[in-house]
């Protein structure tokens, strides 16, 4: 292989390893961590996923903040308090805290799962039958 492919080779592989290497700032979290710090007045809670997702189901104290709204409304978040994201998976929350990140906020928290996880970790109801 020539030196030019070497170097192509290289920056494609560089560009897929840095896509997956944590960012500086924003911590994953899991469910149980979330719920530790449900009770901190200090704290933003985001929830990034559709309204009518949020609507269908959500958790107090998460504001709904779509994804797709986020970069528009940053400024009604303080930058220097800690955020936490919450999404259906984790995927658009991740996004969410990327953003954030670009936008100059430092102390993010991504929620690992998301709503699927925190479902998963309530106990199952009982019906009558």
Excluded at 32 to 43: D, G, M, T, Y
Aim: glycine share 4%.
């Amino acid at each position: 292989m020539e030196l030019n492919h070497w170097i192509i080779v290289m920056l494609i592989v560089l560009l897929i390893v840095t896509r997956f290497l944590p960012v500086k700032g924003i911590t994953n979290i899991t469910i149980q961590e979330v719920k530790e710090k449900l009770s901190k007045n200090n704290i933003q809670f985001i929830d990034v996923r559709t309204p009518g997702e949020y609507r269908r189901n959500h958790q107090v104290p998460f504001q709904n903040i779509p994804l797709y709204e986020l970069t528009s409304r940053t400024n009604e978040l303080n930058k220097s308090l800690e955020i936490v994201v919450i999404c259906q998976s984790g995927i658009r929350s991740s996004k969410a805290s990327r953003v954030l990140k670009k936008r100059g906020f430092n102390q993010i928290s991504n929620v690992k799962g998301g709503m699927s996880a925190w479902n998963k970790s309530e106990p199952k109801k009982m019906t009558a039958e």
